[in-house]
């Protein structure tokens, strides 16, 4: 699956009640998001390289390259997006 664009449905909402950290990141990633259904992770080429269908809270990237990535979460409310660094 590929993604061209991200539309963001509730910015201001979602963006502020989502909360990722630490970020930059060596690997492991916590994410904390109320009503997250769905949690992906976006590759700049717009490939989702992670997705996870329930709200675990912590996130394990340590195999992917370092760079930089898109966490999108996908909530009934809508669509959050957060620019994630790989280190």
Known sequence: Q??????N????TLNSQLKVYPNPTDGILH??????RRI???????QVVLTLNSQDSTLNL???????YFL??????????????KK
């Open 2 to 7: 590929i993604i061209v664009g991200i539309h």
């Open 31 to 36: 994410v904390v998001c109320p009503d997250a």
């Open 40 to 46: 992906s992770v976006v590759n700049l080429m717009g």
């Open 9 to 12: 449905s509730q910015p201001t």
């Open 62 to 68: 340590e195999f992917l390259p370092e760079g930089v």
């Open 72 to 85: 999108k979460v996908e909530t009934s409310d809508g669509v959050a997006v957060k620019k994630i660094l």
